[in-house]
């Protein structure tokens, strides 16, 4: 997608993820880079727990824990801010306890997009996070693996296998976690680049058809 709040709610995904958590008995979680808020929208309130801007939000059976804001971000949004006025391609992303700055729309500005972030990410105490098509500075602190950590402590996912499945180099935390926790990644997409999954699955559609076939092998 475009911008990052064309996608939205999708009914087969809906019902699947009702599927998933009835069979697996409530142990769903969704580890996201996006913000809670959003992530609550595309998936309409479905998902109890998540954690949102890769770990740094979490939202467990004791409610939400979050970080504060680093203050290194207010620099770092200026920054990204200006150069996004200064390209009308380029798209600025505020999570509050990140700042994000897209170029899926003008390509040709990943050099100078990558180097403002590296430049940013040597003179603070911010996190670089590279993803698709888009650089990320965010509070040290958090990260998806150890969000992953933290669901495993605590019910009802203690004692479980965790599997986590994502697309992005932001989701490699969380394989290294699930791998490290007696379970196992699930890479999704046609990339060979080097990954802490075990697994790899083409594109969405694999991973619903996977889902679903899972589903329907536990219901048996
Ligand atoms: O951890 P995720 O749930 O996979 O979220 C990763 C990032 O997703 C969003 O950005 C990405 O998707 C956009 C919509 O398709 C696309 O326009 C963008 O180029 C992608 O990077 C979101 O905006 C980020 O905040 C998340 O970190």
Request: hydrophobic share 45%; net charge negative.
């Given at each position: 997608?475009?911008?990052?709040?064309?996608?939205?709610?999708?009914?087969?995904?809906?019902?699947?993820?009702?599927?998933?958590?009835?069979?697996?008995?409530?142990?769903?979680?969704?580890?996201?880079?996006?913000?809670?808020?959003?992530?609550?929208?595309?998936?309409e309130?479905?998902?109890?727990?998540?954690?949102?801007?890769?770990?740094?939000?979490?939202?467990?059976?004791?409610?939400?824990?979050?970080?504060?804001?680093?203050?290194?971000?207010?620099?770092?949004?200026?920054?990204?801010?200006?150069?996004?006025?200064?390209d009308?391609?380029?798209?600025?992303?505020?999570?509050?306890?990140?700042?994000?700055?897209?170029?899926?729309?003008?390509?040709?500005?990943?050099?100078?997009?990558?180097?403002?972030?590296?430049?940013?990410?040597?003179?603070?105490?911010?996190?670089?996070?590279?993803?698709?098509?888009?650089?990320?500075?965010?509070?040290?602190?958090?990260?998806?693996?150890?969000?992953?950590?933290?669901?495993?402590?605590?019910?009802?996912?203690?004692?479980?296998?965790?599997?986590?499945?994502?697309?992005?180099?932001?989701?490699?935390?969380?394989?290294?976690?699930?791998?490290?926790?007696?379970?196992?990644?699930?890479?999704?997409?046609?990339?060979?680049?080097?990954t802490?999954?075990?697994?790899?699955?083409?594109?969405?559609?694999?991973?619903l058809?996977?889902?679903?076939?899972?589903?329907?092998?536990?219901?048996?």
């Amino acid at each position: 997608m475009p911008r990052p709040e064309q996608v939205g709610p999708d009914a087969r995904r809906a019902a699947l993820l009702d599927a998933l958590s009835r069979a697996l008995e409530g142990r769903l979680a969704v580890v996201s880079g996006r913000a809670l808020e959003d992530v609550d929208r595309i998936l309409e309130d479905r998902v109890r727990f998540v954690a949102a801007v890769h770990g740094l939000v979490r939202r467990g059976g004791n409610g939400v824990d979050r970080l504060p804001p680093h203050p290194d971000l207010d620099h770092a949004r200026d920054v990204l801010r200006d150069l996004a006025r200064g390209d009308r391609g380029l798209l600025f992303e505020d999570k509050d306890l990140s700042v994000a700055l897209h170029y899926r729309n003008v390509p040709s500005a990943a050099d100078a997009v990558i180097e403002a972030a590296e430049r940013l990410a040597r003179g603070s105490e911010l996190v670089l996070q590279l993803g698709d098509m888009v650089a990320e500075l965010r509070t040290p602190g958090q990260d998806k693996g150890k969000a992953v950590t933290a669901f495993l402590r605590e019910a009802p996912f203690d004692g479980a296998t965790p599997v986590f499945v994502g697309d992005d180099l932001t989701d490699e935390d969380g394989f290294a976690a699930a791998a490290r926790l007696g379970g196992y990644g699930v890479l999704v997409g046609p990339s060979h680049r080097p990954t802490q999954a075990t697994y790899r699955l083409n594109d969405f559609n694999a991973v619903l058809d996977w889902l679903s076939a899972s589903i329907g092998r536990a219901a048996a």
